[in-house]
């Protein structure tokens, strides 16, 4: 989000800090139309910077960054930005405005789940995925951290839970316990 940062006479009045950032004012304090606008941090539901940006968009210089694609399956468009490694690839991704499709935030679903295709990402709170899914390609964005230059591709949802579970529910449907089911509904 954007924020003004007002000059040094109109934090007097106002009592907020200036940010140790110096700005040019009129004398009459109409401050808001003179202003330089920076991008602050702000806080995912995790508690994770998340943007932390100028105007021009540069992330910290003493933070690594790397350039993200994301080929977005289903809508049919290929996204490309900045993500520094200390960030996660989704907040970062929403922080500049681009949709890519997510659930619990978490780690624990699969409904942010791409395969890579070039590039290397530390998800170390993958839940979601196995071990097994993980040594193929497959990460989540919503926890992942970029360690290079990464491309990487969506995947159906569906798709990616039943290779995390297939074997699981191999063996088809289960079958209907009539008197199982007669139990639990009496017991209501």
């Known amino acids: 989000m954007d924020y003004a940062i007002p000059c040094n006479p109109c934090t007097s009045i106002y009592r ?35 943007g932390v940006t100028d105007r021009a968009g540069s992330y910290s210089p003493s933070i690594p960054t790397h350039k993200v694609t994301v080929h977005d399956r289903q809508r049919g468009v290929v996204h490309q930005f900045l993500v520094p490694e200390d960030q996660y690839i989704l907040h970062t991704a929403e922080s500049q405005d681009i949709t890519l499709p997510f659930a619990c935030r978490h780690g624990c679903c699969t409904s942010c789940a791409v395969r890579v295709k070039s590039g290397q990402l530390r998800q170390p709170e ?32 569906d798709e990616v839970y039943w290779l995390q579970f297939g ?14 089911l007669e139990l639990a509904m009496g017991d209501e």
């Open 167 to 180: 074997r699981y529910f191999a063996r088809g449907p289960i079958e209907r316990d009539d008197y199982a």
């Open 16 to 50: 907020k800090p200036a940010l140790n950032r110096q700005t040019t004012c009129p004398k009459s304090f109409a401050c808001r139309s003179n202003v330089t606008k920076w991008r602050i941090k702000t806080m995912s539901e995790l508690q994770t910077p998340v």
């Open 126 to 157: 993958a839940l979601g995925i196995s071990a097994e899914l993980k040594s193929k390609g497959y990460a989540l964005l919503c926890v992942g951290y970029p360690s290079s230059d990464l491309e990487v591709e969506t995947q159906d949802e």
